[in-house]
């Protein structure tokens, strides 16, 4: 196994087949697919199943793969200790994040982060959250911020904020007519409206989709959308409604009259900000003090978690408006 071999392999199971994997390393296909087929000679066991579309690990595939990233992370962390031994602060990282959190987040944090750091390249990988937990987990993003709760025993988790998501309605909608604003309400009180959707892989989609699923709904969908930005205005113009995290509303003074905001009874769904990164890998310098301005910028206390996970505190709060 070397570090030529397992990018080859990471490559394909990426892309999901060797053909759009040799695309993505300027690599003929029958060089790949030679390369790939040597790694399992090597090996002897195969470590890709070829019936499956797209292509799919075998169990010593997925064995193979866990060591690969643990190959991967003792390569990366010797080669950033010895870049901060020798005072270098030149690099990049691959920082996930979606769209509207970019939006709150990176005009705030990025000026100061690149006044420190003028040879450092943030590379953005935007998804949403689900996506980049897997990303992340696969070695695919150094750092991501993502809106869910903990499940991946691959990652750590460092709590930045918790967040509640309400349905937010037009005010020309039949619930908005007949219910106060800020009432809490039952999600099937919103059976007869139209919804504005996230897209899958949103942790807003998720939590939604739970809860349809809970109360057998299947409502109209005017559009599904993985801006949350349009979402909004879209649902504010259009006399529909959505879910969305109540500090989106708050902040957005554009929506000051024409939506109205109701907690969800029975909503045991979870939603917390993270910063996730992949167990076994070591932060740069750089890296731990773009979360440490981050938090700073959003004015929640500051923690990096050891090798040994680290339970964090829940600070319940509103972030500052950024002119959303």
Same mark, same amino acid.
């Given at each position: 196994?070397?570090?030529?071999?397992?990018?080859?392999?990471?490559?394909?199971?990426?892309?999901?087949?060797?053909?759009?994997?040799?695309?993505?390393?300027?690599?003929?296909?029958?060089?790949?697919?030679?390369?790939?087929?040597?790694?399992?000679?090597?090996?002897?066991?195969?470590?890709?199943?070829?019936?499956?579309?797209?292509?799919?690990?075998?169990?010593?595939?997925?064995?193979?793969?866990?060591?690969?990233?643990?190959?991967?992370?003792?390569?990366?962390?010797?080669?950033?200790?010895?870049?901060?031994?020798?005072?270098?602060?030149?690099?990049?990282?691959?920082?996930?994040?979606?769209?509207?959190?970019?939006?709150?987040?990176?005009?705030?944090?990025?000026?100061?982060?690149?006044?420190?750091?003028?040879?450092?390249?943030?590379?953005?990988?935007?998804?949403?959250?689900?996506?980049?937990?897997?990303?992340?987990?696969?070695?695919?993003?150094?750092?991501?911020?993502?809106?869910?709760?903990?499940?991946?025993?691959?990652?750590?988790?460092?709590?930045?904020?918790?967040?509640?998501?309400?349905?937010?309605?037009?005010?020309?909608?039949?619930?908005?007519?007949?219910?106060?604003?800020?009432?809490?309400?039952?999600?099937?009180?919103?059976?007869?409206?139209?919804?504005?959707?996230?897209?899958?892989?949103?942790? @807003?989609?998720?939590?939604?989709?739970? $809860?349809?699923?809970?109360?057998? =709904?299947? /409502? #109209? +969908?005017?559009?599904?959308? %993985?801006?949350?930005? @349009?979402?909004?205005?879209?649902?504010? $113009?259009?006399?529909?409604?959505? =879910?969305? /995290? #109540? +500090?989106?509303?708050?902040? %957005?003074?554009?929506?000051?009259?024409?939506?109205?905001?109701?907690?969800?009874?029975?909503?045991?769904?979870?939603?917390?900000?993270?910063?996730?990164?992949?167990?076994?890998?070591?932060?740069?310098?750089?890296?731990?003090?773009?979360?440490?301005?981050?938090?700073?910028?959003?004015?929640?206390?500051?923690?990096?978690?050891?090798?040994?996970?680290?339970?964090?505190?829940?600070?319940?709060?509103?972030?500052?408006?950024?002119?959303?």
């Amino acid at each position: 196994m070397n570090l030529r071999q397992i990018e080859y392999v990471m490559a394909v199971l990426r892309e999901g087949s060797i053909t759009a994997a040799s695309k993505k390393l300027y690599l003929s296909q029958p060089a790949l697919s030679q390369a790939i087929k040597q790694v399992e000679t090597d090996l002897g066991v195969a470590i890709f199943d070829r019936t499956t579309d797209p292509i799919s690990l075998t169990y010593a595939g997925r064995r193979y793969v866990e060591a690969a990233q643990r190959i991967i992370d003792i390569d990366r962390n010797l080669r950033t200790e010895l870049a901060e031994s020798a005072g270098e602060i030149h690099g990049h990282f691959r920082l996930g994040l979606s769209k509207q959190r970019g939006l709150q987040i990176l005009p705030l944090v990025v000026p100061e982060f690149a006044q420190r750091y003028p040879y450092v390249c943030l590379n953005l990988v935007e998804h949403g959250s689900d996506t980049l937990e897997r990303l992340t987990a696969e070695g695919e993003c150094d750092i991501s911020l993502v809106t869910t709760n903990r499940k991946s025993n691959r990652l750590h988790y460092v709590l930045i904020e918790s967040e509640e998501v309400v349905l937010m309605a037009a005010k020309d909608t039949a619930l908005a007519r007949g219910t106060p604003d800020g009432q809490a309400i039952s999600i099937s009180r919103a059976e007869n409206e139209r919804f504005v959707c996230m897209s899958s892989g949103h942790s @807003v989609r998720a939590i939604q989709d739970r $809860l349809f699923e809970r109360y057998h =709904l299947s /409502p #109209r +969908v005017l559009m599904e959308t %993985d801006n949350m930005e @349009v979402a909004k205005q879209v649902a504010a $113009l259009s006399g529909a409604v959505m =879910l969305i /995290p #109540r +500090v989106y509303v708050i902040q %957005d003074k554009s929506l000051a009259g024409l939506v109205q905001c109701h907690p969800i009874l029975d909503n045991d769904y979870e939603r917390h900000f993270y910063f996730c990164y992949r167990k076994g890998m070591r932060l740069t310098q750089y890296m731990e003090d773009f979360i440490r301005i981050v938090c700073d910028k959003l004015q929640v206390p500051y923690s990096i978690p050891g090798e040994e996970e680290m339970k964090p505190e829940i600070h319940t709060h509103h972030v500052r408006p950024t002119g959303e």
